[in-house]
Nanobody, 123 residues
Framework: QVQLVESGGGLVQAGGSLRLSCAASGRTFSSHAMGWFRQAPGKEREFVAAVTWSGSRTDYADSVKGRFTISRDNVKKTVYLQMNSLKPEDTAVYIC????????????????WGQGTQVTVSS
């Protein structure tokens, strides 16, 4: 089991940037795929980005491609989400996730979840 704690959320103006971090505990972090999801008020949780255990492959939702970058540091047991050119529609709680399949990048591959960090983008 991997425990996940997100940080880095906040309030930013449209066009600005934020970097989210997700610190993991547990010995198996480096064997897990990692992902970021988000949930806006009144909406379903949606996939944002994911990275395989080694960082060699990534996947992104179409809505964030070219603006967001996911990366990981297996020594620090941390996964990051760099968010640039933020838009008001990016406002949501961003949730870190871990998947036991080290190559699984689909939403259904993720089974461990953090509590989330709020990102608010003002227009």
């Amino acid at each position: 089991q991997v425990q996940l704690v997100e940080s880095g959320g906040g309030l930013v103006q449209a066009g600005g940037s934020l970097r989210l971090s997700c610190a993991a505990s547990g010995r198996t972090f480096s064997s897990h795929a990692m992902g970021w999801f988000r949930q806006a008020p009144g909406k379903e949780r949606e996939f944002v980005a994911a990275v395989t255990w080694s960082g060699s492959r990534t996947d992104y939702a179409d809505s964030v491609k070219g603006r967001f970058t996911i990366s990981r540091d297996n020594v620090k047991k941390t996964v990051y989400l760099q968010m640039n050119s933020l838009k008001p529609e990016d406002t949501a709680v961003y949730i870190c996730a871990a998947g036991a399949n080290p190559y699984g990048l689909r939403a259904g591959d993720f089974g461990s979840w953090g509590q989330g960090t709020q990102v608010t983008v003002s227009s």
